[in-house]
């Protein structure tokens, strides 16, 4: 079965989708070259295209992107029936007058010493590529779909109800 959803080169499409979904899963690879993955808060993306993390400068994922610095990050808002996956590069950073300008007071919770804690560090994480999946989810939706599948004995096209695409940078 071959996938032949739409490719685009516009990132605006692909931060319409994770705007309100405060929470990525990083995947990142440990020593042993095992996919290993965490919860992070995504920030905002920057001017660049890229999508920016705090983290601490001791975690393992600091160490893991400087050994191998291919990550993916998956979204995903179940409510809504959005999903992201964005893969790139990884790096790691100290740069004070961009963490005082991304820092919010909720992030003291993991930073304690504010935005002036030595130990912070930007991640930065460069696209190569993301793919979004966006169905609506309501009754109508859903009875649509049903409805075509009865009729015609196959299932809703991406194109009828869904929205699916890559991302290409």
Do not use: C
Request: proline content about 4%; glycine content about 4%.
């Amino acid at each position: 079965m071959s996938d032949k959803s739409p490719v685009t080169h516009d990132l605006s499409k692909l931060f319409e989708k994770i705007k309100d979904v405060r929470i990525a899963m990083l995947s990142t690879f440990d020593e042993q070259h095992t996919l290993h993955s965490r919860p992070m808060a995504t920030i905002k993306p920057d001017a660049d295209g890229s999508l920016l993390f705090l983290t601490d400068k001791d975690s393992a994922k600091v160490y893991e992107v400087k050994k191998d610095s291919q990550v993916n990050l998956s979204y995903a808002n179940p409510s809504d029936n959005v999903y992201v996956s964005v893969s790139g590069t990884a790096s790691a950073y100290r740069d004070e007058a961009k963490i005082a300008e991304l820092w919010s007071e909720d992030m003291r919770a993991w930073f304690p010493k504010g935005k002036e804690d030595p130990n912070i560090m930007i991640l930065k994480v460069t696209i190569e590529q993301g793919e979004y999946w966006d169905s609506p989810s309501g009754v109508l939706s859903r009875a649509y779909g049903y409805a075509r599948a009865v009729v015609t004995g196959e299932a809703s096209k991406d194109d009828d109800v869904n929205q699916h695409a890559q991302v290409k940078v």
